[in-house]
């Protein structure tokens, strides 16, 4: 791994791969509908959308067209906390598609024509994620347990979306899109001396730009309560969610591996007593979410009208037991054995590597070490497992649900079990 930070504040990291074809590379700035105000709730992600719609020296079309002659897998995505612009190649073509990589981020033109035709497309995205009810519970849920910008919706509204331009936009990048906040990760085929090449080439106004310290993520409480958005969806979806740990915090292989014994996979415990036992749902997760400044853990249920109250009533039951009795020596051992295998899965996959180097780096500085993470999970415990498990399942937490109208009252009958 090589890692190279410049006077700029720009950060980039290598992770050399000789047995590898490709290289995968990706562009992260720290931040995302978190950073929003409601005046401006969405911009990150009409950003990330317009980034590709034509630079100075390229139109959406040649953008897409040179990335589709390389062969390449291109996009991008926006998050709470940040936003990211990613190719994959074949090793020869590396150069040509950092090129117009680094074309679309440094120099994209926001004509008014691409910004209209745009805008329609992004209100078309937000009317379809309306109808997908896991999509509207995660965005009720987030509003529910974050009073603060953490609560907001990354599409943003419709009203918002209707009116950004590209004073907006500007406004927006100059405030955000720093040198200081930016990580540029390449994994694959290439040395560290090409890439650095590459980013100085390419990135060299970033670079050689002055260092503005960036804006950071200001404290988010968690808020237990209740919330919903009720639409007659053919199947309702649940999510009950608890304060939990940041990113920073030692225990965070800790929290994964009591997803992996509560909900992560066909063996978990929900998915063994909702699906396999009583037959209730299709589908039944955990979810833990770790920030720079905040996290939540969630168990998330899909399942028809009918069963929504007795599915309730089953998670209410496995998270008691969770939180009273503990799990066993058996569960967190294999526990620990699939953190590993994903650790080392992970390695293995470019895109997977880039994610995980890019995200980490931006949201608390650090550079991820996989041989680490296999030793601090080597080291976790019963004790740890169960001290944590009671320590996130006692508290109240938050509730959000979409679907349906129910004759009763979900919040009631998660507290009454």
């Known amino acids: 791994m090589t890692v190279k930070k410049y006077d700029s504040g720009l950060s980039v990291l290598i992770e050399e791969n000789r047995a590898l074809r490709s290289v995968a590379v990706g562009i992260m700035v720290g931040t995302g509908s ?73 120099h994209s033109a926001f004509e008014k024509a691409e910004l209209d035709r745009e805008r329609s497309v992004i209100l078309e995205e937000i009317n379809m994620s309306k109808d997908e009810p896991d999509g509207v519970c995660y965005d009720v849920l987030f509003g529910t347990m974050y009073g603060g910008s953490l609560g907001m919706e990354i599409l943003g509204s419709k009203s918002n979306v209707e009116r950004f331009g590209k004073t907006d936009i500007l406004g927006y990048k100059d405030k955000h899109y720093l040198p200081s906040n930016t990580t540029v990760a390449f994994v694959g085929n290439i040395s560290a001396a090409e890439a650095l090449a590459l980013v100085d080439d390419k990135l060299g106004e970033l670079a050689a730009a002055r260092f503005v310290s960036p804006v950071k993520l200001g404290r988010q409480d968690f808020r237990s309560g209740y919330g919903e958005y009720i639409k007659d969806f053919e199947q309702s979806e649940m999510s009950i969610a608890f304060p939990a740990l940041d990113i920073r915090d030692d225990r965070v292989p800790v929290l994964s591996a009591l997803d992996c014994i509560a909900g992560s996979g066909m063996s978990s415990r929900m998915f063994q ?62 526990a620990k054995t699939q953190l590993k295998v994903n650790a080392v899965f992970g390695k293995e996959n470019p895109m997977t590597i880039l994610n995980t180097l890019m ?37 109240k937490p938050a ?9 009763y009252n979900i919040e009631s009958v998660y507290y009454n079990v």
């Open 359 to 395: 995200r980490r780096h931006t949201l608390c500085g650090e550079v991820y070490d996989v041989d680490k993470l296999l030793a601090r999970i080597d080291k976790i415990t019963v004790s740890d497992v169960n001290a944590l498990a009671k320590e996130i399942f006692t508290q």
């Open 34 to 106: 978190g950073y929003e105000t409601p005046e401006n709730n969405g911009i990150s992600h009409f950003i990330e959308h317009m980034q590709f719609k034509g630079t100075e020296k390229r139109s959406a079309r040649q953008i897409a067209g040179e990335f589709d002659a390389a062969g390449a897998v291109f996009n991008a995505y926006t998050s709470k906390e940040y936003t990211c612009f990613y190719f994959k190649s074949i090793d020869e073509k590396t150069v040509e598609c950092f090129d117009v990589l680094s074309d679309l981020f440094l």
């Open 399 to 407: 509730i959000a649900y979409a679907g349906k109208k129910q004759r």
């Open 273 to 334: 007593r909702l699906r396999e036992q009583l037959g209730l749902v299709y589908s039944v997760y955990t979810a833990p979410f770790v920030g720079s400044v905040c996290g939540a853990m969630s168990v998330c249920v899909n399942a028809s009208p009918a069963n929504v109250e007795k599915s309730i009533v089953a998670v209410r039951e496995e998270l008691n037991k969770l939180a009273t009795d503990g799990v066993t020596e058996a569960e967190v051992e294999k």
